[in-house]
């Protein structure tokens, strides 16, 4: 295994990995802001106010990324493992 192969792995893996999260992070990021703006207009400051349609969203979001995330897991992994022979 050379240096070139080793940051290639290393690269393909970190952009998978926001590419897998990114879905499910920007879907809890804009719910967590509507729910602050709802928050901030009516002056309710309740904490578990904005966790539960947060976890319903994140919820959501997994059942209709999940096909996605996984395959693009799957392709990861069968590209780490094809280059494990060169090494």
Known sequence: MN??????LLRNAF???IK???????????????ISILQATTQVQEQTLSFVPKMIAVIISLILFGSF???SML?????????????
């Open 3 to 8: 240096q070139t192969m080793a940051l290639d």
């Open 15 to 17: 952009l998978n990995t």
């Open 20 to 34: 897998v999260s990114a879905p499910v992070m920007i879907v809890a990021m804009l719910v967590g802001l509507v």
């Open 69 to 71: 995330m996984m395959t």
């Open 75 to 87: 392709e990861f992994f069968r590209y780490a493992i094809e280059i494990i022979p060169k090494m």
